[in-house]
């Protein structure tokens, strides 16, 4: 199969959908692979990387689309990017269609398949390639949180940890998931105060034992959430639904409760976000203030860290692209049920249900 990589084009994207070693073994199981010059410069992987491993150069992002059976990203197609789709390529990436109709309806239209990393499922539930950059945006978003908080990003100026006699900043954070623990352990880590909500008590009890206490857990309803919006200096929402459309947990009267210069994270913002004031952001302006609040809402957070996210990704995105490459998408599929999972669109029709439930959309079985 002739693979093909081309370079992020979604505003400050550095991350690359493969590295060296991906393409070495994609070379070692007989496949070719394109890549658009400068793809990896932002990761710190260059061009030279790249052909030493045994990838062909491309000048041009047309010349990848066009000349290429599959195509591996990271993030959805945007802007150009959809122009290129065709009904025989095979496209591999990221997409959360539930959260933009448009997309969901030019990819139909173009009668390519889409399989999403975000849906392939386990049969424990668990989302092998969602994971990674969900550990990833989970720790960032206390770190970024802490520098929302400043004054000179529009924050009340509240130190996380605190100092001695002054009491650290509340963090409060919605959904217990990977994300959400995540953000938890690096808040803790940082010597806030952290109160996390989730409908699970399996990982509420998680939390409570791994923290020895020190995190306050809480059942997930609206009064909960509304008593600790209140009180929160920084507010997270770790809210995932797979392959839908993340429910607004916290409404636009809880964000007008938050105390003037307060920050709020909402990392669901890809599936249209848990907060019913959040619209997406990039990391070029990644923030804007409503009510008083300071919203960071990009929508692909793990690409500030790019080297890291990079690894992290393809990582788990590799066997799943070996597969499909090595056995086509018919039998690939067809051996492979998580794989299966995450087929979203295929032939111009919708193959996913929370797709089809977020637009009213007929739901098509593969």
Not at 55 to 69: I, M, P, Y
Not at 114 to 137: F, H, K, Q, R, W
Not at 300 to 316: D, E, H, K
């Amino acid at each position: 199969m002739i693979v093909g990589v081309p370079e992020e084009i979604k505003t400050e994207e550095r991350r690359v959908a493969i590295t060296p070693a991906g393409v070495a073994a994609m070379v070692a199981h007989k496949h070719s692979v394109l890549i658009q010059r400068g793809a990896g410069v932002g990761s710190g992987i260059s061009d030279r990387d790249f052909q030493q491993a045994g990838a062909k150069l491309v000048s041009k992002a047309a010349d990848v689309w066009n000349s290429s059976e599959m195509v591996i990203k990271v993030k959805e197609p945007i802007g150009p990017e959809i122009d290129l789709l065709r009904p025989d390529l095979l496209l591999f990436t990221y997409l959360h269609l539930a959260a933009d109709r448009d997309l969901t309806q030019r990819m139909m239209h173009s009668k390519c398949t889409g399989v999403a990393y975000e849906t392939i499922e386990l049969p424990d539930g668990s989302l092998p390639l969602l994971t990674p950059m969900s550990e990833v945006a989970g720790k960032l978003s206390a770190q970024v949180g802490a520098w929302c908080l400043e004054t000179e990003n529009g924050g009340s100026g509240v130190l996380l940890a605190g100092v001695s006699g002054v009491a650290p900043a509340r963090v409060v954070i919605i959904g217990a998931g990977v994300s959400g623990s995540c953000a938890c352990e690096i808040a803790v880590g940082m010597g806030a105060l952290v109160t996390i909500l989730d409908i699970s008590p399996k990982r509420l009890r998680y939390i409570h034992d791994i923290h020895r206490g020190q995190v306050v857990t809480l059942m997930s309803n609206r009064a909960n959430i509304a008593t600790e919006v209140a009180r929160a200096d920084l507010l997270i929402g770790a809210v995932l639904i797979p392959g839908a459309r993340a429910p607004k947990l916290v409404t636009r009267e809880m964000v007008k409760s938050m105390r003037p210069g307060s920050a709020l994270i909402d990392i669901s913002v890809d599936q249209g976000g848990c907060i019913e004031t959040t619209r997406a952001t990039t990391h070029a302006e990644p923030t804007f203030v409503k009510y008083g609040v300071v919203h960071y809402c990009v929508a692909n957070m793990p690409g500030i860290v790019p080297r890291t996210s990079t690894y992290a990704l393809t990582n788990v995105t590799l066997s799943y692209a070996l597969e499909l490459a090595d056995k086509g998408f018919g039998r690939a599929i067809a051996e492979n049920q998580p794989l299966k999972l995450g087929v979203n669109v295929h032939q111009g029709r919708v193959t996913c249900p929370g797709v089809a439930e977020a637009f009213n959309l007929k739901l098509s079985e593969l």
